[in-house]
């Protein structure tokens, strides 16, 4: 396992933009992919991006596709995820998480950074 921190979150109106942060605290990270998820308040996390460590392929769910760019530093043992045009749906607690090599979960996780949508 990995500490994860994340920051950057915070209260922003519909259409703008707003960039999170997720740094790997320890030992170089080296494991399969660092990915975001997100729970708004009453539902379940739900899937936001994702990106391999080695190659740096991408993905992303659904509801975020175009909006939503997921990127990585791997000299700061960092992923980043840029986001556009916000809506009030985007609403949520956004996590950090680590999936290492040859594991079948993510195995890590941060603590969380609120990002709030006003309408």
């Known amino acids: 396992q990995v500490r994860l921190v994340e920051s950057g979150g915070g209260l922003v109106q519909a259409g703008d933009s707003l960039r999170l942060s997720c740094t790997a605290s320890?030992?170089?990270?080296?494991?399969?992919?660092m990915a975001w998820f997100r729970q708004a308040p009453g539902k379940e996390r739900e899937f936001v991006s994702l990106?391999?460590?080695?190659?740096?392929?991408?993905d992303y769910g659904n509801p975020v596709k175009g909006r939503f760019t997921i990127s990585r530093d791997i000299r700061k043992n960092s992923i980043y995820l840029q986001m556009r045009s916000l809506e009030p749906e985007d609403t949520g607690v956004y996590y950090c998480?680590?999936?290492?090599?040859?594991?079948?979960?993510?195995?890590?996780w941060g603590q969380g950074t609120q990002v709030t949508v006003s309408s």
């Open positions: 320890g030992r170089a990270f080296t494991g399969y992919a």
């Open positions: 990106i391999r460590w080695s190659g740096g392929s991408t």
């Open positions: 998480a680590a999936q290492s090599v040859g594991a079948s979960t993510w195995n890590s």
